[in-house]
């Protein structure tokens, strides 16, 4: 992550002519340099930091308003400020929540993050019949966001079902064999795609089933919005393996609905 620098005028605006070096301090060095080491500390860490620093001194005043409105804008959520003030409430104290709930309120006035709560994975978890699993850790490495693998069927023809948070995927890869070979996807939750290098990606629904022969290059996933699960078969083959190769497009990937 590279230093964005943030530019901050609030302290040349009210005291530039009272107090010089206070207002050369706060505007040049606290948000010039400490607040832009974001290569160190992300700009919303540091927000929370903050907003819990001066919520423990009872300071709930308008540069407590900044820094939630701050806090907000680098990426905290209304879910997340509430667990953030009910959290500090019991080591900074009690009103001192309350008051800062009170302007908190006023910043995140928005409805609740829904969809967020919705897209949950155990929400998720659910609607589908097998089981989602343990995180994908030994092909982390091959995938964009967090996937999971449940083993279903662990001898004869191995059965996995593999569960993809919204917008993960696996890289570009080819299923090798030197006869027969190839894998069998089968969704059982959510939506996704499956695109063979050269065509349209193909949406994914509960029950619709893909072939992929062997020596075919290849992705599947969920789609940006959704879950996605999908029991994979390994077909028998000779001389069976795995090319891993380079990852989905974002920009390609991002056109997908
Ligand atoms: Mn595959």
Known sequence: MSQTKIKQTAGREALGEFAPEFAHLNDDILFG???????????????????V??????????????????????????TEIAEILTHAAFYAGWPKAWAAFRMAKEVWTEEP?????????EEYARTILFPIGNPNDAFAQYFIGQSYLAPV????????NV??????RNNWHIHK???????TLICVGGRGYYQEWGTAPVELHPGDSVYIPAGVKHWHGAAPDSWFSHL????PGENTSNEWLEPVN???YSKLK
């Open 232 to 235: 994979a078969f390994e077909v």
């Open 163 to 168: 569960t993809f948070e919204p917008g993960c």
């Open 153 to 160: 069927v662990t001898e004869g023809v191995p059965v996995f």
């Open 33 to 51: 340099e400490v607040w832009s080491r974001n290569d160190l500390l992300s700009l919303r860490d540091r927000s929370i930091v903050t907003v």
């Open 250 to 252: 974002d920009e390609e």
């Open 113 to 121: 993050e829904k969809d967020n709560a919705s897209n949950s994975m």
């Open 53 to 78: 620093a001066l919520m423990s001194q009872g300071l709930t005043d308008s540069s407590f308003k900044y820094h939630l409105e701050s806090a907000k804008k680098n990426g905290v959520t209304r």
């Open 177 to 183: 064999a030197t006869k027969g070979g190839g894998q």
